[in-house]
């Protein structure tokens, strides 16, 4: 494996795995010293590419710059900078957009995008996408229930309130019903219409934001509202068959549960 690393402001390298090895040795790469082989989507410090064995080095401050670089043309100064993957120049965070584990500016955008309609852009292009697991999608669910509880708390009380005030013991039969009805109807409506407009618009529920997840199609673009209305109505069948739609995220491969399957979707760790 041929590795570059950052040596005084400017790329230096490639250097073999032996070559690399030495130079950990005797410290002209340090723990934040910015590296990059084959397969990386971005520059990294070298204590993100191997937190193990950086751990025994020393860290120094990271160059502001870089001169001519296989991945992008200079390196990120702060924290809130990022790389286009198109162009490879350095912008604000907030002045990007982020597809996957990828950044693209306001110029390059509709080039990408052409790209994504094309196939031109995979996965590994992007960057590896970081799949969530079962129980961190579990505990998203679990803050999203609480959101639930909290907005149907208001309508189901004062429909409660209205039926019961005044009613006779049989009345009150009826009243139970329409009850159940009401929470049913009520549920379903707020449960759909809460997870489309945050999927589609955010890709993300309060509860996948809280947990640093997001809902993205098979090549980590943004879901649309159709596919997010889809996706919301598809996670109710996997509620129905006694939550089985849910609990086959355990199992795949790309930790998928059945409504992502229906809606062709993918949950990913985006922090």
């Keep these: 494996m041929d590795w570059y690393y950052v040596e005084g402001g400017k790329q230096a390298g490639p250097v073999n795995d032996t070559e690399f090895e030495q130079l950990l040795a005797t410290g002209k790469v340090q723990a934040d010293t910015l590296v990059w082989h084959e397969g990386m989507a971005n520059w990294l410090p070298y204590r ?39 162009c490879n120049r350095i912008f604000p965070r907030e002045e990007t957009i982020q597809y996957g584990g990828a950044y693209v500016c306001a110029t390059c955008k509709p080039t990408f995008v052409q790209k994504l309609k094309e196939g031109a852009v ?29 907005v149907l708390a208001i309508p189901i009380g004062f429909f409660v309130w209205a039926s019961m ?37 955010y890709g993300a529920t309060v509860g996948k934001m809280a947990c640093g997840l997001k809902v993205v199609q098979p090549d980590a673009a943004p879901i649309s509202y159709g596919r997010a209305f889809g996706r919301a109505w598809a996670e109710l069948l996997s509620g129905f068959i006694c939550y089985i739609g849910y609990i086959i995220a355990g199992f795949d491969s790309e930790k998928r549960s059945l409504h992502d399957h229906i809606a062709n979707t993918r949950v990913i760790r985006v922090r």
């Design 48 to 86: 993100e590419v191997n937190p193990g064995r950086a751990g025994t080095l020393t860290a120094e401050p990271p160059p502001p710059a870089i001169g001519s670089l296989p991945a992008q043309t200079t390196a990120p100064t702060t924290g809130n900078e990022v790389v286009c993957v198109q």
């Design 122 to 150: 995979t996965p590994t292009y992007l960057g590896a996408m970081d799949y969530a697991g079962f129980w961190i999608r579990f505990g998203a669910k679990i803050i999203d229930g609480l959101v639930m509880t909290v």
């Design 165 to 201: 005030k005044g009613a006779s013991a049989g009345r009150q039969a009826g009243a139970t019903l329409k009850f159940q009805l009401f929470v049913n109807a009520v549920y379903m409506c707020v449960v759909i219409g809460y997870t489309t407009l945050m999927h589609g618009k």
